[in-house]
């Protein structure tokens, strides 16, 4: 269904450092690094046919979370999702909600943890057991 999704930042090498952790933990490499028609720079992290990206706001405005908004990682187990959280607070990220966790809000058997990014995007890390 998704091509990609795309968050704002207001600090890109920040960002950079933040991801490339972060999603080292999903194995996704390093990003790739482009520069906009507008010389904007943004970051783009691909893996499995979709992909994932920072940039510096087009119109050069703040970046802004979206309040509401949560972009949530796939994991391959509880543990991956304690590491992505983990190694998210250690670069800058934020821990929110309830610690890295089971969960049973209606639909069994969630492993989450939720942070956010140093510009404030909620991120979930989530192992759906089979």
Same mark, same amino acid.
């Given at each position: 269904? %998704?091509?990609? =999704?795309? !968050?704002?930042?207001?600090?890109? $090498?920040?960002?950079?450092? %933040?991801?490339?952790?972060? *999603?080292?933990? *999903?194995? !996704?490499?390093?990003?790739?690094?482009?520069?906009?028609?507008?010389?904007?720079? @943004? #970051?783009? +992290?691909?893996?499995? /046919?979709?992909?994932?990206?920072?940039?510096?706001?087009?119109?050069?405005? *703040?970046?802004?979370? /979206?309040?509401?908004?949560?972009?949530?990682?796939?994991?391959?187990?509880?543990?991956? !999702? @304690?590491?992505?959280? &983990?190694?998210?607070?250690?670069? /800058?990220?934020?821990? =929110?909600?309830?610690?890295?966790? #089971?969960?049973?809000?209606?639909?069994? /058997? *969630? +492993? #989450?943890?939720?942070? @956010? &990014?140093? &510009?404030?995007?909620? #991120?979930?890390?989530?192992? @759906?057991? $089979?």
């Amino acid at each position: 269904m %998704f091509n990609h =999704i795309m !968050v704002g930042s207001n600090d890109i $090498d920040r960002s950079k450092h %933040f991801y490339d952790a972060v *999603l080292a933990v *999903l194995g !996704v490499d390093e990003a790739k690094e482009n520069i906009a028609d507008s010389g904007h720079i @943004r #970051l783009f +992290y691909r893996q499995s /046919g979709g992909t994932f990206c920072v940039s510096q706001p087009i119109n050069d405005a *703040l970046a802004t979370a /979206g309040n509401g908004s949560t972009i949530a990682f796939k994991c391959s187990s509880a543990e991956q !999702v @304690r590491q992505f959280h &983990d190694v998210a607070v250690a670069h /800058g990220g934020t821990s =929110i909600e309830d610690p890295p966790g #089971l969960r049973n809000s209606g639909l069994s /058997g *969630l +492993y #989450l943890g939720y942070v @956010r &990014d140093p &510009d404030g995007n909620k #991120l979930c890390a989530i192992y @759906r057991p $089979d």
